[in-house]
């Protein structure tokens, strides 16, 4: 009966630890958009840069193209700060998510030590009851001579 109920909370645990390591390969999957995001728009910026020095040393630039420049890149900029943000939001959610599977590993596996031992101990119970058994017939046999 009780090796019944661990098997079962041992099953559940391994499933729990399976759920745990599929949201820990998602969550680890979004933080690389994420970063790739960033990196996308870190490099827009800096092509952005670029193209307006290139600018500011060939010609003159009127008004309306530098303020053409600086609104984009006040966007930019603003748009980096917030993809560094949802970044920095993706690794707290993975290192939580690592930590939970780990939490779950860990108690899947006192699970497994505890069905173990019940094993082992149902397993000695046995022997020790062939054991009278046998004791008990050979007792039997040297009395009956």
């Known amino acids: 009966m009780k090796k019944d109920r661990i098997k079962k909370v041992l099953d559940l645990k391994g499933f729990t630890k399976e759920q745990m390591e599929?949201?820990?390969?998602?969550?680890?999957?979004?933080l690389e958009i994420e970063t790739a995001e960033l990196d996308c728009t870190v490099s827009i910026f800096d092509r952005t840069v670029a193209e307006f020095n290139g600018k500011q040393g060939s010609a003159l630039v009127d008004a309306q193209e530098l303020d053409y420049f600086y609104n984009y890149f006040a966007y930019l900029n603003r748009r980096i700060e917030?993809?560094?943000?949802t970044v920095t939001e993706k690794i707290t959610e993975v290192e939580l998510k690592q930590k939970a599977l780990m939490n779950a590993h860990w108690e899947k596996r006192l699970c497994e030590i505890l069905y173990e031992k019940i094993l082992d101990e149902k397993a000695r119970d046995t022997l020790k009851i062939e054991q009278k058994e046998a004791d008990f017939k050979f007792i039997s046999r040297g009395s009956r001579r």
């Open 82 to 85: 917030q993809q560094k943000q």
């Open 22 to 30: 599929i949201a820990v390969k998602n969550s680890k999957e979004a």
